[in-house]
């Protein structure tokens, strides 16, 4: 995780690995990804407090940023119009504390400022880094979105107290109940399936392309923010981004 997360943030997973990239823009992605990130990363570690975006990457690298955002109708992770002008993309772990607080405290007041009134998509990417329990709860969220039970899910789980009682199976099904899924045996055979690896695998390949390490990271129309910053942060990167796509 970022210097706004846990000392552990080096305790990625075997399989979860940097890819080796050769193309010109992709390989400039990566390292003002990396930059930018910790450019925005708070001071201090454990904190969460800076109020800074990255500078804005150049046009190049810009534009490939922003087409991360995948603006796929049926996206079942995601939140918001798929013709939004402003795409935020959130690279989280559901053991990551930070990404809790990011869930609890400064995701519900941009739902409802700028989701809302159509301006803001937010497009979840699952990036475990904390080990098998990480996956599974990424693989679970994954599983209930496709009974349209991803933002219950996602709630209960980043619910003040709940990573602390993990992240195993029977804890899971106990989620999804929470979440109001309403077939627990399709969620626990979509959980365990190949489609839920391989989106967990897309997600996690796109992220660790552009240099995300840390959770939680985000891009706001292709402008990097690090960690579990103050809400102004984030209000302030998406005015900025508003404002360019508009033509």
């Not at 990457?57 to 940023?65: K, M, N, Q």
């Not at 079942?76 to 504390?97: H, M, N, Q, T």
């Not at 979840?124 to 329990?133: D, L, Q, S, V």
Request: glycine share 8%; with cysteine; aromatic share 8%.
């Amino acid at each position: 995780m970022s210097s706004s997360s846990s000392k552990n943030s080096r305790k990625t997973t075997s399989a979860a690995k940097p890819l080796l990239i050769s193309a010109g823009v992709a390989l400039a992605a990566v390292t003002l990804g990396i930059v930018s990130w910790q450019a925005t990363a708070p001071a201090e570690q454990g904190s969460a407090a800076s109020s800074s975006p990255a500078a804005a990457p150049r046009d190049d690298t810009s534009a490939a940023l922003r087409a991360l955002a995948r603006r796929e109708a049926g996206d079942k992770l995601a939140l918001g119009r798929a013709d939004a002008p402003v795409v935020l993309i959130e690279y989280s772990d559901f053991k990551c504390g930070y990404c809790g607080k990011f869930a609890r405290d400064t995701e519900p007041e941009l739902v409802k400022k700028y989701v809302d009134n159509g301006t803001l998509r937010i497009e979840w990417r699952n990036f475990p880094i904390f080990g098998a329990e990480s996956e599974a709860a990424a693989r679970a969220a994954w599983a209930a979105g496709q009974q349209d039970r991803f933002a219950a899910f996602h709630s209960a789980a980043y619910a003040d107290g709940s990573k602390e009682k993990g992240f195993a199976e029977p804890r899971l099904l106990e989620l999804a109940r929470e979440a109001g899924v309403p077939d627990l045996d399709r969620f626990k055979a979509d959980m365990a399936g190949e489609q839920a690896a391989a989106a967990l695998k897309k997600d996690q390949e796109e992220g660790y392309r552009i240099g995300v390490t840390s959770t939680p990271s985000f891009l706001v129309n292709g402008r990097p923010i690090a960690g579990a910053q103050p809400l102004a942060a984030f209000t302030a990167a998406i005015a900025q981004a508003e404002a360019a796509a508009k033509p």
